[in-house]
């Protein structure tokens, strides 16, 4: 059977990996407990997620347990991590809520049946009710500040001044690590790369205090080809929640990824035998539309359901093809008939200026007439009869006025 970290590194995930010599031997040769934390820094998982949740469900498949931490403690402090400023900090209802919802979530992603299955846990049932003094005589007193201010994490942010408030988050996330070790038997903590230093210091915590060998591995972040963070569309960015991000938008978001990353993200995002996806890819003309499209549809079907990903695979052929029979839909109210209103009512633009921009780029059309006008209204016949509104070469919709 394949090694899992042969099998990672095939497919692109692996950024880094501690003692990896080690490492490789131990997940050669037994079931190895294995966690990736998240934070409920929001009510959804987004795409960025997606990836870590991937790479958990490769290595359970691969015969090692996942263990799920949702950051019930944490969430209450705020990761510095790739921050220019502060989080904004939550309330425990809303950080209640958020791990909730991500709960829901994570659920579809493994098995929490079996010899290996999945465990699901909140870092809040021991950091909340924690005695500060003795978990700094405990923990904190193995903790060099020295070593700890030249983590990329904090380096970044001591230009604008880091609080003490968050100068513990690396901390509290290396006990984490140590506590899943001592009750779960945790030897492998992963993430993304933008954790190193995190997961570094709970790794050295245990080795420290308990004596016994544990490792470290993080990921590539979800990046486009340029190198920005993928996940955000003209509405944001791309949940997992499908009230939030709808399973048609999704599918879109997937089929409109440049040509450069489409191979990056089979491989990532989508359980296809590698040699499948180099066939998908070695076309760099019009024929790499096909990948995209796999793509789309693979990705949909495994975050919403089969059923969602052919329904939407079924709209975007028919917005695009000239039948209306499957073309998605929306809905305004009567009072904004202005079509600028319209465009923000329906989640198309952010603002007024966005929407003048699209109409001045000539990017709105509506009923097949291009809208030139900051004023343009609808008709009184597409009022009662609902109307065909086109952003772009992308987005079609079949909109109807309440």
């Known amino acids: 059977m394949t090694n899992v970290l042969d099998t990672l590194r095939s497919r692109g995930f692996v950024k880094q990996v501690v003692f990896e010599d080690d490492l490789y031997k131990l997940l050669e040769t037994e079931s190895v407990p294995f966690y990736i934390g998240f934070d409920p820094t929001a009510d959804s998982l987004h795409v960025g997620h997606f990836l870590a949740l991937?790479?958990?469900?490769?290595?359970?498949?691969a015969g090692h347990k996942p263990i799920v931490l949702v950051g019930g403690g944490t969430g209450m402090v705020g990761d510095p991590s790739g921050r220019n400023d502060m989080r904004s900090m939550m309330t425990k209802e809303q950080v209640k809520h958020n791990c909730d919802c991500f709960r829901k979530q994570m659920s579809k992603f493994f098995s929490f049946e079996g010899p290996n299955a999945a465990v699901m846990v909140d870092n809040g049932d021991w950091l909340l009710d924690l005695n500060y003094i003795d978990f700094m005589r405990e923990i904190g007193s193995l903790f060099s500040v020295n070593k700890m201010l030249t983590a990329e994490c904090f380096k970044q942010r001591m230009e604008k001044g880091l609080t003490f408030f968050e100068f513990n988050y690396m901390l509290m996330q290396a006990y984490d690590f140590l506590v899943l070790h001592q009750k779960y038997g945790c030897k492998l903590e992963c993430g993304g790369d933008d954790q190193w230093s995190n997961i570094l210091a709970g790794m050295d915590l245990i080795r420290?205090?308990?004596?016994?060998?544990?490792?470290?591995?993080?990921?590539?972040?979800?990046?486009?080809?340029?190198?920005?963070?993928?996940?955000?569309?003209?509405k944001g960015a791309v949940w997992l929640d499908p009230e939030k991000t709808s399973p048609y938008e999704f599918y879109q978001y997937w089929r409109n990824v440049d040509?450069?990353?489409?191979?990056?993200?089979?491989?990532?995002?989508?359980?296809?035998?590698?040699?499948?996806?180099?066939?998908?890819?070695?076309?760099?003309?019009?024929?790499?539309?096909?990948?995209?499209?796999?793509?789309?549809?693979?990705?949909?079907k495994i975050v919403h359901s089969e059923e969602e990903a052919k329904k939407a695979e079924a709209q975007a052929k028919s917005a695009f093809s000239g039948s209306m029979d499957n073309?998605?839909?929306?809905?305004?109210?009567?009072?904004?008939?202005?079509?600028?209103?319209?465009?923000?009512?329906?989640?198309?633009?952010?603002?007024?200026?966005?929407?003048?921009?699209?109409?001045?780029?000539?990017?709105?059309?509506?009923?097949?007439?291009?809208?030139?006008?900051?004023?343009?209204?609808?008709?009184?016949?597409?009022?009662?009869?609902?109307?065909?509104?086109?952003k772009g070469k992308k987005i079609k919709l079949k909109v109807t006025v309440k």
């Open 208 to 234: 420290r205090k308990e004596g016994v060998p544990a490792f470290a591995m993080t990921f590539q972040l979800l990046t486009k080809s340029d190198g920005q963070k993928m996940g955000k569309s003209q």
């Open 54 to 61: 991937m790479a958990m469900s490769h290595m359970q498949k």
């Open 327 to 390: 073309i998605p839909t929306g809905e305004i109210s009567g009072e904004n008939l202005n079509v600028i209103d319209i465009l923000i009512e329906l989640g198309l633009c952010k603002s007024k200026s966005d929407a003048r921009r699209l109409i001045d780029g000539g990017g709105i059309v509506i009923d097949n007439q291009k809208v030139d006008n900051y004023d343009a209204v609808i008709l009184d016949s597409q009022k009662n009869n609902g109307f065909i509104l086109q």
């Open 259 to 300: 040509d450069a990353d489409v191979e990056k993200c089979l491989k990532l995002l989508t359980f296809l035998d590698l040699d499948y996806i180099q066939e998908l890819c070695q076309y760099k003309d019009e024929r790499i539309n096909h990948a995209k499209e796999v793509l789309a549809y693979e990705v949909t």
